[in-house]
C-alpha cells in the first residue's frame, strides 16, 4: 500500500529526530562572564601615533583568511562607509586622520593614523583645529598622499551623489544640516568647503563657527580618507576604492565576493595599529547565519581560516557553549550598542508611570527570550558599560526579575494602557510579546502593535509617532557621552521626522548641562557624562534600559589575532593572521 | 501555426506589459522608503528631498515609468548619481547595490538556471523513471515503494528538507560541500558539487507528480489497442514500451516541466534562501526589503518572461510531439 | 511555493464524465456515477485512513477552546521558569512533563502542545477558505472562458497567463504589511483574522488559474459533445445550460483539484512565514511555528519534531485522500 510506505518514510525521519532528543538539559553551561569597560583618552603623544604596531603573540605571515558573511558590505567608498561592517573592514584598505589603538580587553586610546597626533586645539576653543600629515604615506599607485587628498576626500561627502556616510565633518564646517546646499562640491576640483584648509602639503586646518571638541574622534571615522582627486570614480568608487592602507581590493563581485590581497606601498613604520599578516582577506556573501556558525563548528577545509560574521544564532547557541572543542573558536564580548524601550514622554506624561515601567521591567526572562547571557547582557544606565568614565548606578532598583510590588504602588491602582510599536519581523514580535506579558503583571494593559520592519526606524523617528513605547538601538559612533546623551535627549534638535531622540525629550535644563559638559576638554567630560546618565533617568525616566548587545562569535581553528573592537563591538582585522 | 505564434506573441508582450505597469505601481505602495534607508543616520527632511531628486524618484510616475521602459530599448543618460550614460538595454541603476543592473542580471541568472535546469531534468527523469517503473510492476512491492516514495516527498517541505540534508550530509559526515556557486565555465566539478545538495532536494520533492501522471499514463497506454498490436506483431519489449507507449504517455507531462521550469526560474527565494545562493529569485527579495526599484523592476520582468516563455514553448512542443493537437 | 499549474493538467486526465442524460429518478437498477464512486471510495483503504486522519486533524482544531479547558494550558502562557539560563527548555527531550506534553518552546518558554492546536486552526481555516474561494473563481473563469470563448474566452486567458506572469511572493510581500497598515489605525490591534484574511485574499488573487484553466478546458470538450447541442437546439437559457448541463458534468476534476489545493495552500502559508510575511506572533500559526524551529534542529529536536511531522501528516494525507478520490471518481486511471 503506497500508505505504508509514505509512512515508513515519515517513521524513519521521525526516528532520526527522536535519537538525537534523549539528553537531559540540566541547564549547566559554562558562560564565563564578561564584562569589560574602556580606560580610553586621547593620547597626544606623538610616539604613539608611530608605527610599526606592536607584533602580535606567534602571528605569521601569509595565508588566506576568509569573512563570511550573509548580507553584502552597503558601501567600500570611503565616504559612504557607515555599516558595521563597513567600519571594521575600511581599515584594511584605507587611512583616516585619527585611529583608535584598541587592544580589544579596554584599552583604548586615540592615536594620529595619518596625521601625527590627534589633533591640535590650536586656541583651546576646540574651534580651529590643525593636523600635521605623516612622511612616507602612499596611496596603492605609490603616490605620496598629502594634506590636500585627504581635504579632497572630506570635500567629496558633501557631494550628494555620495550619501550614506557619517555628516559629522560637513555639518561643523558648513555650520548647518543643510552642508550639501551650503556648499557644493565639483567632481576634480580643487575647490574646498568653508573652514577646510591645506596650506602645504603637510598641514590640514579646519576652522569651525563653534566649538567641537569632538573632532579628533570624528576624524577617525572613514569619512576621513584621503583620495586623488584624478582618481575618483564618483559613485563608482563603491565597486573599487583606491588604497591607503596595507591591503587594497584586487576583485570585487558585489554580494558574493570582495578580495583584498598587499597593499606594496603600505610602510608599517608610519602605522600605529595595523598589520600585513596574511597574503589575502576574502569575505565571501550569502551564507546565512545559520550555515556560516554550521561551517565553522565543522572546521575543515578553508574555513579553518574563516570568521563567521555573524552571530552564533539563538537557536544554536546551546550547542556551542555546551561543546568545549569549540571554545578556543568562539569570540566574545560585550558590546557598546545598547537597546533601550523608549517611552515617548509626550504621550506618557506621567513620571510615576514611566517610572512603574522602569520597576516593573524582568530584564532576565528577556535576557531567556533572546536567547541568554551569549546574546545580551542586562544594563540599567543609559550609557553603555563601555563608554568612557561609565559609572554602573540603578536608578530604579528592582533585581533581575523586575519588582511588580513597587510598580503597582506606583501606579496606585491605575492601569494605563499603552501602544507597544514593534518591528513585524520574527524576533522583535518575540520581545514585544515578552514585555507585552511582563508589564500586564503590574497592571499596564499593552497592546502590541506590529510595524513594517523596514520602515519601523522612520516611523518612530517621527515626531508625532503614535505610538507609546517602543524597544530602541543606539551605538555611539565614538565612546564617549557625548556621542550619547545629547543625541538622545537634546530637546532643542528635535524636527518633524528623522529623530534619534525618539523619547522625545525636551528639557531646558538638561540641555543646558550638555552644552556645558560639551565645552569641556574631552579626557574631563567622562564621570560628567556618567552624573548626567543618572540624573535623567532620576529626574526623567524616559526609557528603560534593557541591554547591550553581546558578540558571540565563531572563527575556524586556524584564525588569529581575531578581537572585538571595543568603539563598534565587531571584529577587528589588523591583527589577524592565519596560524600555520 | 504561424497565426496562432504571432496571438500568443502579441498576448505575451501585452502581459508582460502589465507586469511593469503593476510591479512600478506596487513599488510605490511599499511601506519601505529606499531614501531614507540610503541616508541612515543624520538626515532631516529636506537633505533627503534633495536624495529624492537625485534619484528621480521624486518625478511623476508616468515619467519615471516611460524613462525605464525607454531605457530598456534605447538606453537612457542617467545622472551622476546613478552612474551616467546607460546603454541599450539599460535595466537602470541599482543605487543599492551602486551598478548597473544588467551586471546583476548576468550575475544572478546563472546561478539561478544552474540550480533549475539540471534540477528539472532530475526530477524529470526521477519521476518518470519511478512512474514507469510501477507501472510495468504494477502491485508489486516495488510499484508501492516507488510511489509511496514521490508521495513522501511532496508531502514535505523544501526548508524542512533542505535544513535536515545540510546538517547531515554537509555539516556532520562532510559527504557533499556546503553550497556554493562556481560557473560550470570555470571548473564544471565544482560547479556540480556545490549545487548537488540543491537538485537533489528538489528533485525529491518535485518528482511525485511527475511519478503519478507517468503512471498513470503507462497503465492507461498499455491497455490500448496499438501496444497490444504492436506487442502482437512480436515487437521487443522495450520498443513498444519506449516507442509507442512512452510517447502517448510524454505530452501532458511535458507540458508540467515546462511550466514548472517557468515557475521555478520566476521564483526560487526558498531554494535559494535554504542553500545560501545568491539568484535571481533572493535578489529579487532583496531588492523589494531595500526598496532597490531598478532591481525589482528587472527581476520582475525577467520572471516573467520566463513564466510567458515557457507557456508558449509549451503549447508549441505539445503540437509538435502530438499531431492530434491543432493549433489555433 | 506549489501553486504550480501541475495539478490541473493531471486533473484533465480525468476525462469529463461524457454525456449523463438525466438520471432515472427512483431506479433500482442503477446507481449514479456519484453513488458509485462513494462506493469505490469507502472500499479503497487509503481513502479511509487518510480520510479519518483529515477528520481528527479538523476535530482537533475545531475543538480547540475546549482542549485548551482540559488541558488546562493557554496557547499564550509563558513558562520560563523551566528554562535554563539560554531560554533552552530544562529536562528530557525539549522539556516534555505531564503538564506540557510536547515541550516548551525556547525563548518564550510556550506550550508546543497546546500552540499546535490552535496553530492547526489557524492553517487549516486560512487553506480551506482559499481553496474555496479559487475553486469558486476558477470554476466561474473557466465556465465563461469555455462556454462564451470569443473575446470573453481570450480577455480571461489573458488574465490568466498574467496572474502567472506576476511574482506571487514579490507581491505578497508589497501587499501584505501596507494593506494592513491602511486598514487599521496605528494604534489599533490588528486582530489576527485580519492578518489571516488578507493571506486568504492574496491566495485567492493567485491560485485561481489552475482550477480556470482545467475547467476551461473540461468545458471546451463537452461544448461540442451531442447533449449538449441537443440542449442548444432545444433553446434553453444560459443558466439553465451552464448549471444543468455543464456544471454537472465536471464536479468530478473540480472536487479533485479542490482536495490538493487544500494541502498546497498550507504549505504556501508556511512559505509565507518562513519569508517573514505570514501569520505573526503571538498568533498561534503552524506555519510560523515550523520556520521558527527548524533553526533548532541541533540544539531541540523535539520542537522540530512535532510541528514537523504533524504537518507531514496532514499534507500527505489530504495528498493521499486526493489520489484516492481521483481513483474513486474516474476508475480507469487506478490500478
Known amino acids: 500500500m503506497r500508505l505504508r510506505t509514505a509512512a515508513a518514510g515519515g517513521a524513519v525521519l521521525a526516528l532520526a529526530l527522536t535519537l538525537s532528543a534523549c539528553t537531559k538539559n540540566t541547564g549547566q553551561h559554562d558562560t564565563a562572564g564578561n564584562t569589560r569597560t574602556s580606560t580610553g583618552v586621547i593620547d597626544t603623544n606623538p610616539k604613539d601615533s608611530l608605527g610599526p604596531a606592536a607584533e602580535v603573540p606567534d602571528a605569521r605571515k601569509g595565508g588566506t583568511f576568509y569573512v563570511l558573511k550573509q548580507a553584502k558590505i552597503s558601501h567600500l567608498d570611503p565616504q559612504r562607509i557607515y555599516s558595521f561592517v563597513g567600519l571594521m573592514t575600511a581599515p584594511l584598505y584605507s587611512r583616516s586622520l585619527t585611529t583608535w589603538k584598541d587592544d580589544g580587553k579596554g584599552h583604548l586610546t586615540l592615536v594620529g593614523d595619518l596625521a601625527t597626533t590627534p589633533g591640535t586645539d590650536v586656541n583651546k576653543d576646540c574651534k580651529t583645529w590643525q593636523f600635521t600629515i605623516k612622511d612616507g604615506l602612499k596611496f596603492e599607485d605609490g603616490t605620496a598622499i598629502t594634506a590636500k587628498d585627504i581635504a579632497y576626500g572630506i570635500a567629496r561627502s558633501f557631494d550628494p551623489d555620495l550619501t550614506g556616510g557619517p555628516t559629522y565633518l560637513q555639518e561643523w564646517l558648513a555650520n548647518t544640516p543643510q552642508f550639501d546646499t551650503a556648499w557644493h562640491f565639483t567632481p576634480k576640483a580643487a575647490a574646498l568647503p568653508p573652514g577646510l584648509t591645506a596650506p602645504d602639503d603637510k598641514t590640514l586646518r579646519f576652522e569651525f563657527k563653534m566649538p567641537h571638541c569632538d573632532l579628533p574622534f570624528a576624524a577617525s571615522l572613514p569619512s576621513s580618507a584621503p583620495l586623488e582627486p584624478d582618481k575618483d570614480t564618483g559613485v563608482n568608487l563603491d565597486s573599487q576604492p583606491l588604497s591607503s592602507g596595507p591591503y587594497r581590493v584586487t576583485k570585487n563581485v558585489p554580494g558574493v565576493e570582495l578580495d583584498l590581497e598587499r597593499n606594496q606601498y603600505w610602510d608599517p613604520a608610519t602605522d600605529p595599529v595595523r598589520h600585513q599578516y596574511p597574503d589575502k582577506f576574502v569575505f565571501s556573501f550569502g551564507p546565512d547565519r545559520d550555515a556560516a556558525n554550521n561551517r565553522m563548528i565543522s572546521d575543515s577545509g578553508p574555513d579553518q581560516s574563516a570568521l563567521a560574521w555573524d552571530d552564533v544564532p539563538s537557536s544554536l547557541m546551546a550547542r556551542v557553549v555546551g561543546d568545549t572543542n569549540l571554545h578556543d573558536q568562539v569570540l566574545t564580548s560585550p558590546t557598546p550598542s545598547e537597546a533601550r524601550l523608549s517611552i515617548n514622554v509626550q504621550r506618557v506624561t506621567d513620571l510615576s508611570v514611566r517610572q512603574a515601567l522602569n520597576y516593573a521591567i524582568d530584564r532576565s526572562d528577556l535576557i531567556k527570550t533572546l536567547g541568554g547571557p551569549t546574546v545580551a547582557s542586562p544594563v540599567t544606565t543609559l550609557m553603555p558599560p563601555g563608554t568612557i568614565g561609565y559609572q554602573q548606578y540603578d536608578a530604579y532598583p528592582a533585581g533581575d526579575t523586575g519588582d511588580i510590588a513597587k510598580a503597582k504602588q506606583l501606579l496606585a491602582g491605575k492601569t494605563p494602557e499603552l501602544v507597544l510599536g514593534s518591528a513585524d519581523d520574527s524576533v522583535d514580535l518575540e520581545i514585544a510579546t515578552q514585555l507585552k506579558n511582563n508589564l500586564e503583571k503590574a497592571g499596564f494593559k499593552i497592546t502590541v502593535k506590529p510595524i513594517p520592519e523596514d520602515s519601523k526606524l522612520d516611523e518612530t523617528k517621527e515626531k508625532n509617532n503614535p505610538w507609546d513605547l517602543y524597544v530602541d538601538n543606539w551605538a555611539a559612533d565614538w565612546p564617549s557621552g557625548a556621542s550619547i546623551l545629547p543625541p538622545l535627549f537634546d530637546g532643542r534638535k528635535i524636527q518633524d521626522s528623522g529623530n534619534s531622540d525618539t523619547s522625545y525629550v525636551d528639557d531646558p535644563a538638561i540641555d543646558s548641562e550638555f552644552d556645558r559638559v560639551l565645552a569641556l576638554d574631552p579626557a574631563k567630560q567622562g564621570p560628567e557624562w556618567a552624573k548626567l546618565d543618572q540624573r535623567i533617568m532620576k529626574e526623567l525616566a524616559p526609557a528603560v534600559p534593557l541591554y547591550v548587545d553581546v558578540r558571540y562569535e565563531l572563527h575556524g581553528s586556524k584564525a588569529g589575532g581575531l578581537f572585538i573592537g571595543s568603539v563598534f563591538g565587531y571584529p577587528a582585522f589588523t591583527n589577524a593572521f592565519v596560524k600555520a | 501555426m504561424l497565426r496562432f505564434l504571432v496571438k500568443r506573441l502579441l498576448s505575451a508582450i501585452l502581459v508582460l506589459l502589465a507586469v511593469s505597469v503593476l510591479s512600478f505601481l506596487m513599488f510605490f505602495a511599499l511601506p519601505r522608503d529606499p531614501v531614507t534607508a540610503m541616508c541612515p543616520k543624520n538626515c532631516d527632511a529636506q537633505r533627503l528631498e534633495r536624495v529624492r531628486q537625485e534619484l528621480g524618484l521624486s518625478d511623476p510616475l508616468y515619467q519615471q515609468y516611460v524613462g525605464y521602459m525607454k531605457g530598456i530599448f534605447v538606453g537612457r543618460d542617467l545622472n551622476s548619481a546613478q552612474g551616467g550614460h546607460c546603454d541599450a538595454p539599460c535595466l537602470g541603476y541599482s543605487y543599492v547595490n551602486s551598478e548597473p543592473v544588467t551586471h546583476t542580471l548576468t550575475r544572478v541568472l546563472p546561478v539561478t538556471l544552474s540550480i533549475v535546469i539540471p534540477a528539472a531534468v532530475l526530477w524529470f527523469g526521477l519521476g518518470v523513471g519511478l512512474g514507469m517503473t510501477s507501472a510495468l510492476r504494477r502491485g508489486t512491492l516495488l510499484d508501492r515503494l516507488a510511489i509511496g516514495f514521490s508521495l513522501t516527498g511532496a508531502s514535505l517541505q523544501l526548508y524542512f528538507v533542505g535544513a535536515v540534508l545540510l546538517l547531515v550530509f554537509s555539516y556532520t559526515l562532510h559527504v557533499v560541500p556546503v553550497p556554493h556557486y562556481t560557473s560550470i565555465l570555470v571548473d564544471p566539478l565544482r560547479w556540480a558539487d556545490g549545487l548537488v545538495l540543491a537538485w537533489v532536494t528538489l528533485a525529491f520533492l518535485f518528482c511525485a507528480i511527475y511519478a503519478r501522471l507517468s503512471r498513470a499514463q503507462m497503465v492507461e497506454t498499455l491497455s490500448e489497442d496499438f501496444v497490444r498490436t504492436a506487442r502482437a506483431k512480436g515487437l521487443p519489449r522495450s520498443t513498444v514500451y519506449g516507442r509507442h507507449a512512452l510517447r502517448a504517455a510524454i505530452t501532458p507531462l511535458i507540458t508540467i516541466a515546462g511550466m514548472d521550469v517557468g515557475a521555478a526560474l520566476g521564483g526560487t527565494v526558498v531554494t535559494e534562501t535554504t542553500f545560501g545562493l545568491q539568484g535571481l529569485g533572493r535578489t529579487a527579495w532583496d531588492a523589494v526589503r531595500e526598496g532597490d526599484l531598478p532591481t525589482i523592476m528587472a527581476t520582475v520582468l525577467i520572471a516573467a518572461v520566463f513564466i510567458v516563455v515557457a507557456n508558449i514553448v509549451v503549447d508549441v512542443l505539445y503540437a509538435a510531439i502530438d499531431p492530434r493537437v491543432r493549433l489555433r | ?335
Not at chain 3, 487518510?50 to 482544531?61: D, E, K, P, R
Not at chain 3, 470554476?139 to 474566452?153: E, F, K, N, R, S
Not at chain 3, 520542537?303 to 480507469?332: E, Q, W
Open chain 3, 1 to 335: 511555493m506549489s501553486l504550480s499549474n501541475a495539478d490541473d493538467i493531471a486533473l484533465s486526465e480525468i476525462s469529463a464524465t461524457g454525456p449523463q442524460p438525466p438520471l432515472p429518478k427512483a431506479g433500482l437498477v442503477g446507481r449514479s456515477p456519484g453513488q458509485q464512486a462513494w462506493a469505490r471510495l469507502r472500499r479503497d483503504r487509503v481513502a479511509t485512513v487518510s480520510g479519518a486522519v483529515l477528520i481528527l486533524f479538523v476535530v482537533v482544531a475545531l475543538a480547540a477552546p475546549l482542549i485548551q479547558r482540559l488541558y488546562g494550558v493557554g496557547p499564550q502562557q509563558q513558562f520560563q521558569d523551566a528554562l535554563d539560563g539560554l531560554g533552552m527548555p530544562l529536562g528530557y527531550a525539549g522539556g516534555i512533563t505531564g503538564g506540557h506534553w510536547f515541550g516548551l518552546e525556547p525563548g518564550l518558554g510556550r506550550d508546543i502542545f497546546i500552540r499546535m492546536v490552535y496553530g492547526l486552526r489557524t492553517s487549516l481555516v486560512i487553506a480551506v477558505a482559499a481553496a474555496v474561494i479559487t475553486t469558486l473563481i476558477g470554476v466561474a473563469a473557466g465556465v465563461l472562458a469555455g462556454y462564451l470563448g470569443g473575446w470573453v474566452g481570450a480577455v480571461i486567458g489573458w488574465v490568466t497567463d498574467f496572474a502567472l506572469a506576476m511574482p506571487f511572493l514579490v507581491v505578497a510581500l508589497a501587499l501584505v504589511p501596507t494593506v494592513t497598515l491602511r486598514f487599521y489605525g496605528p494604534r489599533q490591534a490588528e486582530p489576527a483574522v485580519f492578518r489571516a484574511g488578507l493571506l486568504i485574499v492574496v491566495f485567492a488573487v493567485f491560485g485561481w488559474t489552475g482550477a480556470a484553466r482545467l475547467v476551461r478546458g473540461q468545458i471546451v470538450s463537452l461544448r461540442e459533445r451531442e447533449f449538449v447541442e441537443a440542449a442548444r437546439a432545444s433553446g434553453v437559457g444560459l443558466g439553465h445550460m451552464l448549471f444543468r448541463q455543464l456544471l454537472p458534468n465536471t464536479w468530478a476534476p473540480i472536487l479533485v483539484s479542490f482536495s490538493l489545493a487544500v494541502p498546497s495552500y498550507v504549505t504556501g502559508e508556511a512559505v509565507l512565514s518562513f519569508l517573514g510575511i505570514g501569520i505573526v506572533d503571538p498568533t498561534p500559526d503552524f506555519g510560523a511555528m515550523i520556520y521558527r524551529s527548524i533553526d533548532y534542529l541541533q540544539t531541540d529536536p523535539t520542537y522540530v519534531f512535532f510541528p514537523g511531522v504533524t504537518i507531514f501528516l496532514l499534507v500527505l494525507a489530504f495528498n493521499l485522500f486526493g489520489d484516492s478520490l481521483r481513483d474513486a471518481l474516474d476508475p480507469k486511471s487506478s490500478r
